[in-house]
């Protein structure tokens, strides 16, 4: 069964920086593209990034393009997104997700988030 | 960027009734990259349709998607109370793979 588990979330300055990981279960990492989607709250679902299985490629919203890095560790079945100069707009629930990417692309899978509050 | 933009953004109907949900794309997206994801309050996207009208596994035969160019569609035929929720549309065509706002389905 697959399992994404996302940690690292918290209350962090403006300014400031955070890690988040995603610990995966249930198939092979490193076969499979990667995700992240935020929720601000109350908002709708806006799309961060993905980085590729060997993790040479990686894609980013321009909202967070030169603040935020994504990576994994396929030998940890980890999936990370460096966050700095965090903003106010930046809070949101962040949702990793596993991507099906060939003939069809999409998101099969998803973890249950975890929460960043940026905020003084 | 390609701009989703879905349509109604609130749809209110009563249980057995059907729902027909708009996604439409401001540039050419292959359906092969367009999903629809269910959202409910407290909880994680899940995947309904992938390639624009292949149900995902599990996904009841109420749920349905089309395309025609730049729209796509996603249709419940009758719903079940468990279906008022919060449907998104996503494209995997061109970065970035952007979100449409989506649309909320409530109980009239």
């Known amino acids: 069964e697959v399992h994404l588990l996302e940690s690292g979330g918290g209350l962090v300055q403006p300014g400031g920086s955070l890690r988040l990981s995603c610990a995966a279960s249930g198939f092979t990492f490193s076969s499979y593209a990667l995700a992240w989607v935020r929720q601000a709250p109350g908002k709708g679902l806006e799309w961060v990034s993905v980085?590729?299985?060997?993790?040479?490629?990686?894609y980013y919203a321009d909202s967070v393009k030169g603040r935020f890095t994504v990576s994994r560790d396929n030998s940890k079945n980890t999936l990370y997104l460096q966050m700095s100069s965090l903003r106010a707009e930046d809070t949101a629930i962040y949702y990793c997700?596993?991507?099906?990417?060939?003939?069809?692309?999409?998101?099969?899978?998803w973890g249950q988030g975890t929460l960043v509050t940026v905020s003084s | 960027e390609i701009v989703l933009t879905q349509s109604p953004g609130t749809l209110s109907l009563s249980p057995g009734e059907r729902a027909t949900l708009s996604c439409r794309a401001s540039q050419s997206v292959s359906s092969s990259y367009l999903a629809w994801y269910q959202q409910k309050p407290g909880q994680a996207p899940r995947l309904l349709i992938y390639g624009a009208s292949s149900r995902a596994t599990g996904i009841p035969d109420r749920f349905s998607g089309s395309a025609s160019g730049t729209d796509f569609t996603l249709i419940i035929s009758r719903l079940e109370p468990e279906d008022f929720a919060v449907y998104y549309c996503?494209?995997?065509?061109?970065?970035?793979?952007?979100f449409g706002p989506g649309t909320k389905v409530d109980i009239k």
């Open positions: 997700a596993k991507i099906i990417w060939g003939s069809f692309r999409y998101n099969d899978y």
């Open positions: 980085i590729s299985g060997t993790g040479y490629t990686t």
């Open positions: 996503q494209q995997y065509g061109t970065s970035p793979f952007t």
